[in-house]
């Protein structure tokens, strides 16, 4: 239905000129919507249900190909004006067919008297709606990235143990995120059931993730890292205590209703602090942990009394999943300095665990000279077989040579204070888990400091030197950056949901505790490692015209 047909206007209609000099712009949004926009999100209840409905709807066609939709609040005319944006690249990471159109929307107030409030709060609530529902996924585009993860697809069948559950899911608000829940939601989680809690790294498209989730009917909220990681302000602290509440009436709720809790938690915030001042006080039933430094803090906690599925540590995770946030670590990395030269330079990697030493031999396998830290001798010695140039500390190492680039994967500390006058000047500093830099980013040190926007933070040091910490101290990969792909994260994600079922059917039979054997074995028995090799990487392909086999050669 067109514009026009839908509040049955003229085109040639010119009565946008009502308001002349008194028009007042408010704000002016980016995003989709259909055409009945206005209409679905309630207009007439705001901004208060109690007040007279607003009347007078019309809508007018635009030379540009936009329109233009105002109502009458009796005291003066509210009205967006949409204006169709040029063709312009996905702003997701598929290619949806057709594209998703996007608009640009101006919502205005026209002719409104001095003592008359309502006209300026229907605008300010309207465009609040506009904003939370134009930056939301299209349905062509959630569709697209359906297809693009088919091992998920393949595992997101109905279960009938999940019915009786509600879903905690904390993780990095990405696009892998949206399928990982459309796929929970169709194999059994009720929407109403499913709370998201986005981790706070600045991801590119965390708006339109979070637009998403509150449009399936999802709970959507930000349980703030930097709380975790004790580096937040009083302020954070205090919004992540308000959300941590609502999570426990969530959860009461839930059992309220007969229903059992699962948390798919990346990070340990069910164990994070004493018993009775952490941020989610109300334990879950059962638990998948997707992160080290999270089962660290489970298995530090005394009164954990539920089983706990170790992700971090699963077969899929160590062989696949790491591979793939790797590679999302040197793109990053190479994307945010596009001008610096990477061949034949030196870089210092402090950290050769299961995602340094990936990191570590790609920047070799892209020329880079890598010197490696680490405080374990064993990860010392298997990085020195490897032919890297080692040194047992950060200071060691500096003391004899200069990295345009230093990395951080260790999750700790990985620079002293002591460290930094060891710096060359302008080094790139670049931490792949939040706490690698924080002497600086948490200023534990006095720097002077100066923003550079889309790279990061100048730190000038004593001596007139300076270092540059890449992003905002957090992982650098999720900083203006969606991670990971797709189709690079279809296998974690399908065996995270394997996981998620066959916790569900078992956890009354199961031990409290970190259960890691039973994840192995899960995703093994479902047939996903199969799956993902004919999936992506069998060659079915027959031979090639004019081939022929002859004892397992082929011969033109």
């Known amino acids: 239905m067109t514009f026009n047909a839908l509040m049955g206007t003229s085109p040639n209609d010119d009565r946008l000129s009502r308001a002349g000099a008194t028009a007042r712009l408010h704000a002016v949004i980016d995003g989709h919507w259909s055409s009945d926009v206005l209409l679905r999100l309630g207009l007439r209840q705001w901004p208060d249900p109690a007040e007279p409905a607003l009347e007078g709807h019309e809508v007018v066609a635009l030379d540009d190909g936009g329109y233009a939709h105002s109502v009458d609040t009796g005291a003066g005319f509210v009205t967006v004006q949409f204006t169709p944006e040029p063709d312009c690249a996905p702003y997701a990471l598929e290619h949806s067919d057709p594209p998703t159109p996007r608009w640009r929307a101006a919502v205005l107030t026209e002719g409104v008297r001095p003592d008359a409030p309502r006209p300026t709060a229907v605008a300010w609530a309207l465009a609040e709606a506009l904003r939370s529902e134009g930056a939301a996924f299209s349905d062509t585009e959630v569709a697209t990235l359906w297809e693009a993860m088919p091992l998920l697809r393949r595992y997101a069948t109905e279960d009938s143990a999940l019915a009786d ?62 709380v975790v990681n004790g580096t937040a302000t009083d302020e954070e602290v205090a919004r992540a205590r308000d959300v941590g509440a609502d999570v426990d009436a969530f959860i009461r709720a839930a059992r309220t209703e007969g229903r059992r809790v699962l948390m798919v938690d990346d990070g340990g915030i069910i164990a994070l602090g004493s018993a009775h001042d952490r941020l989610v006080t109300e334990q879950p039933d059962a638990a998948l942990e997707l992160t080290v430094s999270g089962l660290k803090r489970i298995s530090a906690a005394d009164d954990m009394r539920l089983p706990v599925f170790n992700m971090a540590r699963s077969e899929v995770k160590t062989h696949l999943a790491y591979n793939e946030i790797a590679d999302s670590c040197v793109r990053r990395l190479r994307a945010i300095v596009p001008g610096e030269k990477f061949v034949g330079r030196r870089v210092l990697s402090l950290g050769f665990g299961t995602l340094g030493a990936r990191i570590a031999r790609a920047l070799r396998a892209a020329g880079c000279r890598v010197t490696v830290v680490d405080t374990d001798t064993l990860a010392l010695v298997r990085a020195a077989e490897e032919g890297f140039d080692t040194s047992r500390s950060a200071r060691a190492a500096l003391l004899r040579i200069r990295p345009f680039l230093i990395l951080g994967t260790t999750g700790e500390d990985a620079l002293t204070e002591a460290d930094l006058g060891l710096l060359p000047d302008g080094v790139l500093l670049a931490g792949f888990a939040t706490r690698d830099f924080s002497l600086l980013s948490e200023r534990r040190v006095a720097t002077t400091v100066t923003p550079v926007p889309g790279v990061g933070v100048r730190h000038t040091l004593p001596g007139s030197r300076s270092a540059i910490l890449l992003g905002d101290g957090r992982s650098l990969n999720l900083f203006a950056y969606e991670g990971i792909p797709n189709r690079g994260y279809d296998a974690y994600r399908a065996a995270t949901l394997i996981a998620a079922k066959h916790m569900c059917r078992a956890a009354a039979t199961l031990s409290s505790g970190v259960h890691l054997g039973v994840v192995d074995e899960a995703v093994r028995e479902a047939g996903l490692y199969d799956a993902y090799y004919e999936t992506y990487l069998a060659d079915t392909a027959g031979p090639a015209a004019g081939l022929v086999e002859d004892g397992g050669d082929a011969h033109a």
């Not at 993780?171 to 990982?180: I, K, L, Q, R």
């Open 165 to 226: 559950w509600a879903l905690i899911f904390r993780d990095h608000y990405v696009e892998n995120s949206v399928g990982f829940l459309l796929a929970a939601e169709r194999a059994g989680f009720s929407p109403q059931w499913i709370y998201a809690l986005d981790k706070g790294d600045k991801t590119l498209r965390r708006d339109r993730v979070h637009g998403w989730f509150l449009s399936r009917g999802y709970r959507s909220a930000t349980l703030d890292n930097s």
